[in-house]
């Protein structure tokens, strides 16, 4: 590998890490479109009648799996969350390849005799 090729992943690996250092806001979990009732005793889905399209936030924590309704005004930052962290793992993906890129072109030894 040329001098100028490890430049240029070294640079990668700097904005990768700038990006990772400067995420949004995150959250593990899964969103799900669900029928849901609402609760009122006078409305049609208290008695078989069509329920109301909601979405549902699932998220395993500690082998417990927890849920929670998402309100309208909350799916955008919701999502937003859920985004960011997949984005998280990405970052993951693309700093590995790089740092073993990086490895295979100067051993560790190689660097610590520099
Ligand atoms: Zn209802």
């Avoid at 930052?77 to 970052?91: C, D, F, P």
């Avoid at 700093?95 to 560790?108: C, D, H, K, M």
Wanted: hydrophobic share 40%; aromatic share 4%; with cysteine.
């Amino acid at each position: 590998m040329t001098d100028a090729q490890i430049a240029r992943l070294e640079h990668r690996r700097e904005r990768l890490l700038d990006e990772l250092h400067h995420l949004p806001d995150l959250m593990r979990g899964k969103v799900y479109e669900r029928q849901r009732k609402c609760g009122r005793a006078a409305c049609a889905c208290a008695s078989g009648g069509p329920r109301h399209p909601g979405l549902q936030l699932t998220v395993n924590l500690g082998g417990r799996t927890r849920t929670r309704y998402v309100r309208l005004g909350e799916r955008a930052a919701v999502e937003a969350k859920l985004a960011a962290y997949r984005r998280l793992w990405e970052l993951v993906d693309e700093l590995t390849e790089v740092n073993l890129a990086l490895f295979n072109a100067l051993p560790v030894e190689a660097q610590e005799k520099q």
